[in-house]
């Protein structure tokens, strides 16, 4: 058996929590934190985390460069530690970075070292809290957060408490009571009265619970320094507990309603603060609301059960009465797998080794353009926009479209077959089903009948050799001539589909392509960058779900409450001025909840209207400051930081399918803390603090932090450079 290696290489990405697991779990003396420019603030962060909790080992930061889409920047730094090395093996976790990073980096990892060392190339399963290795015979390990508490877990996430330790309101009622709380605060009112008691509640209850056990920590309110303003805060917990690494921020409602309410905002800054792993729960005093939680989940359809609870303050300190109670509902990940497991030091002794589906084959001397007319495999993922672009930006003879079980596969085929023929014939009027039919298209677009399991990169090379070796020399006057050239598309999907995509393309001798929408540009993992001729003419229809075309003013469409929930003026004016500023062909979807009796009570969190220009799409988001509960209900007031959560959800509505060909536009009016709008909504996408910039001009490449524009809608012009930009010219 061959030693474990002493040096580990981690690569890091905005997700910090994955890094600093699995820098504290692999059994090393030195640490390499991989990240690009982008993200070097994030692995020092995890530097500093690694070095105050683990001193047997040494860290360093290292960046590939300032283009994380760059294969060869990773693959360079990645030769240097070989080289540096000298022989020496090496842990991998490919966790972190994009797709790029991760991908090229497990490719040199295994082109690197010996077969047996795919023990040694981890990605953390987050479902499980597992280090998977990339050898399918041995079990995945468990991670270990030793000495990781809440502050560390805030601040690799860029935030900090401003006072460590519980209110003194807070201490008073714990100590002694309602009485002590009202002597020493006479004049409280008691809403205010009220609301201490109950935090005090479920705070002594579960430091009973937890406070005792040394993986466990429970703190009473805390709140978050405002990384904008000096000495002020940006966001509050009342309650925050961990169980090892697993954190859960508890929000105390003295009114039931109160919890629909704020639900969006809590979910949204706990998240910013601790990661997307964060769970909620919601624990209001007074009657039982047997459908409150179905009331969150109908305001706000992204918080799901899954993450956010909601439970009764009695209910609560009834039925959650013990540590395997609060493990079992608030931490599930976590009840069965021990909390300190390491790496072994030596290859462990099992079967034999899955044996490769064959060795690699060079890849071809140069990169097959459209003209060449390849063979395409793309994988479809949770946006199709991806597979429709692959069609335009390669022109294959012919395709395989690669669902996996969690992709949406209906209408795909005739999709991408009408995106292949308009990149073939950009002159043609659109075809219908049976054009595309008689003249070929549909044939030369395959759909797999059996989607692959996303998370199985093994299965994913499985499937995709065997096609390419079928689909090789079919083709009419290929069989006696050289094999057609084959690209792999690992642009969507899981990382674990891309890189069983990009490993299939190194076995056949095929080009591993990646998309760069920002620039209408491929990236080949073997011969770099290559842009693109033209641009993808995309079926919206299939890409916008929820969304149809508009031919009307949106105020026809929108009537009675709905036009409360959102500013339509807003949304009309704006929608307008970038049609108006368009030179090349514009389409306008709406979202067609708006017009839903109930339906439209969401709208909030998600763009009213989308203009789409050719191969991108710009979302317009006008949440209103008065809106409206249920139907029936008063308009009521909204806080700065849910109208910044709403905006925040359409801009991740809006990324679920278009990923970074898509932009947002956070639409106020003017003289609304249109500043301090923006400072929220830049914390929660965690744009940088330094050089807040709410007038930059409207381009992509940044598709999860959203502009805030200020328009007047009654005004003769609009006065906004984003409005007035030419998106069909970007």
């Given at each position: 058996m061959a030693a474990a290696p002493r040096v580990a290489v981690v690569l890091v990405g905005q997700n910090p929590t994955p890094a600093l697991l699995s820098a504290l779990t692999l059994p090393v003396d030195h640490l390499l934190l991989v990240a690009s420019d982008g993200t070097l603030a994030v692995a020092r962060r995890v530097a500093s985390a690694v070095e105050a909790l683990a001193a047997d080992r040494s860290v360093r930061v290292l960046s590939v460069g300032s283009d994380p889409?760059?294969?060869?920047?990773?693959?360079?730094?990645?030769?240097?530690?070989?080289?540096?090395?000298?022989?020496?093996?090496?842990?991998?976790?490919?966790?972190?970075?994009?797709?790029?990073?991760?991908?090229?980096?497990?490719?040199?990892?295994?082109?690197?070292?010996p077969p047996e060392a795919r023990a040694w190339r981890f990605y953390l399963d987050s479902h499980s809290d597992l280090l998977r290795s990339a050898d399918t015979a041995s079990p995945g390990r468990p991670v270990t957060g030793h000495g990781v508490d809440l502050r560390t877990l805030a601040g690799i996430h860029g935030a900090r408490w401003l006072a460590d330790r519980d209110p003194k309101p807070l201490r008073l009622f714990l100590d002694?009571?309602?009485?002590?709380?009202?002597?020493?605060?006479?004049?409280?009112?008691?809403?205010?009265?009220?609301?201490?008691?109950?935090?005090?509640?479920?705070?002594?209850?579960?430091?009973?619970?937890?406070?005792?056990?040394?993986?466990?920590?429970?703190l009473g309110s805390r709140r978050v320094a405002d990384p904008f303003r000096p000495g002020g805060s940006i966001a509050d917990f009342d309650i925050l507990v961990r169980h090892r690494h697993r954190v859960l921020c508890v929000e105390t409602k003295t009114r039931a309603e109160d919890v629909v309410a704020r639900a969006g905002w809590t979910v949204a800054k706990a998240r910013r603060v601790f990661g997307g792993a964060t769970h909620v729960l919601f624990v209001y005093s007074g009657p039982v609301v047997a459908d409150l939680r179905d009331q969150v989940t109908a305001y706000n359809p992204a918080l799901s059960a899954r993450h956010v609870h909601v439970w009764n303050l009695d209910t609560l300190t009834e039925r959650v009465n013990s540590f395997d109670a609060v493990r079992d509902a608030f931490f599930p990940s976590l009840a069965d797998t021990p909390p300190r497991a390491a790496v072994p030091a030596?290859?462990?002794?099992?079967?034999?080794?899955?044996?490769?589906?064959?060795?690699?084959?060079?890849?071809?001397?140069h990169h097959p353009g459209p003209e060449e007319a390849p063979l395409?495999?793309?994988?479809?993922?949770?946006?199709?926009?991806?597979?429709?672009a692959a069609m335009h930006a390669h022109r294959p003879a012919r395709a395989l479209v690669l669902p996996s079980k969690q992709s949406l596969r209906a209408r795909v085929r005739e999709a991408a077959a009408r995106a292949l023929r308009a990149a073939e014939l950009p002159d043609a009027p659109a075809a219908d089903s049976a054009a595309l039919r008689a003249e070929g298209y549909r044939d030369r677009v395959r759909l797999a009948a059996d989607p692959v399991d996303g998370y199985d990169s093994g299965a994913v090379q499985r499937a995709v050799q065997e096609w390419i070796q079928a689909e090789r020399g079919r083709g009419p006057g290929e069989r006696d001539g050289a094999p057609r050239p084959v690209v792999v598309d690992i642009t969507t999907g899981t990382k674990a589909m891309s890189l069983g995509l990009a490993r299939a393309a190194r076995h056949v001798g095929a080009c591993?392509?990646?998309?760069?929408?920002?620039?209408?540009?491929?990236?080949?993992?073997?011969?770099?960058?290559?842009?693109?001729?033209?641009?993808?003419?995309?079926?919206?229809?299939?890409?916008?779900?929820?969304?149809?075309?508009?031919?009307?003013?949106?105020?026809?469409?929108?009537?009675?409450?709905?036009?409360?929930?959102?500013?339509?003026?807003?949304?009309?004016?704006?929608?307008?001025?970038?049609?108006?500023?368009?030179?090349?062909?514009?389409?306008?979807?709406?979202?067609?909840?708006?017009?839903?009796?109930?339906?439209?009570?969401?709208?909030?969190?998600?763009?009213?209207?989308?203009?789409?220009?050719?191969?991108?799409?710009?979302?317009?988001?006008?949440?209103?400051?008065?809106?409206?509960?249920?139907?029936?209900?008063?308009?009521?007031?909204?806080?700065?930081?849910?109208?910044?959560?709403?905006?925040?959800?359409?801009?991740?509505?809006?990324n679920a399918r278009?990923?970074?060909?898509?932009?947002?536009?956070?639409?106020?009016?003017?003289?609304?803390?249109?500043?301090?709008?923006?400072?929220?909504?830049?914390?929660?996408?965690?744009?940088?603090?330094?050089?807040?910039?709410?007038?930059?001009?409207?381009?992509?490449?940044?598709?999860?932090?959203?502009l805030v524009v200020a328009v007047d809608?009654?005004?003769?012009?609009?006065?906004?450079?984003?409005?007035?930009?030419?998106?069909?010219?970007?």
């Open positions: 889409h760059d294969p060869g920047g990773v693959t360079g730094l990645l030769e240097s530690v070989r080289t540096a090395l000298n022989g020496r093996p090496w842990y991998l976790d490919y966790t972190g970075g994009t797709k790029v990073m991760s991908v090229a980096a497990a490719l040199h990892h295994e082109h690197a070292l002694g009571g309602p009485a002590a709380l009202a002597e020493a605060f006479p004049k409280l009112p008691e809403s205010e009265l009220n609301g201490i008691a109950a935090e005090g509640r479920v705070l002594a209850h579960l430091r009973r619970l937890l406070g005792g056990r040394p993986d466990s920590e429970v030596v290859l462990p002794p099992g079967p034999a080794p899955v044996p490769e589906p064959g060795p690699p084959t060079e890849p071809p001397a395409l495999v793309t994988p479809l993922g949770g946006s199709r926009l991806g597979a429709l591993a392509t990646y998309q760069l929408p920002k620039d209408r540009a491929v990236v080949c993992l073997t011969h770099g960058r290559r842009g693109l001729a033209g641009r993808a003419r995309i079926d919206w229809s299939l890409v916008l779900s929820g969304y149809e075309p508009l031919s009307v003013p949106l105020g026809e469409m929108v009537t009675g409450p709905a036009r409360d929930q959102v500013d339509v003026a807003l949304l009309e004016r704006a929608g307008s001025a970038l049609a108006e500023a368009a030179t090349g062909e514009c389409g306008v979807w709406w979202d067609v909840s708006l017009s839903d009796p109930q339906g439209f009570l969401t709208a909030q969190e998600r763009p009213g209207l989308v203009l789409t220009f050719d191969d991108r799409a710009v979302g317009l988001a006008a949440p209103a400051r008065l809106r409206r509960r249920t139907a029936e209900g008063p308009l009521r007031g909204v806080s700065p930081g849910a109208w910044a959560q709403s905006v925040f959800a359409a801009t991740t509505h809006l278009c990923d970074v060909a898509g932009r947002v536009l956070a639409l106020t009016r003017p003289g609304r803390n249109v500043t301090r709008a923006g400072e929220l909504v830049d914390w929660i996408a965690q744009a940088d603090p330094e050089a807040p910039d709410l007038t930059e001009e409207l381009n992509f490449g940044e598709p999860l932090r959203p809608p009654e005004a003769e012009a609009v006065d906004c450079a984003a409005l007035n930009t030419d998106v069909s010219q970007l």
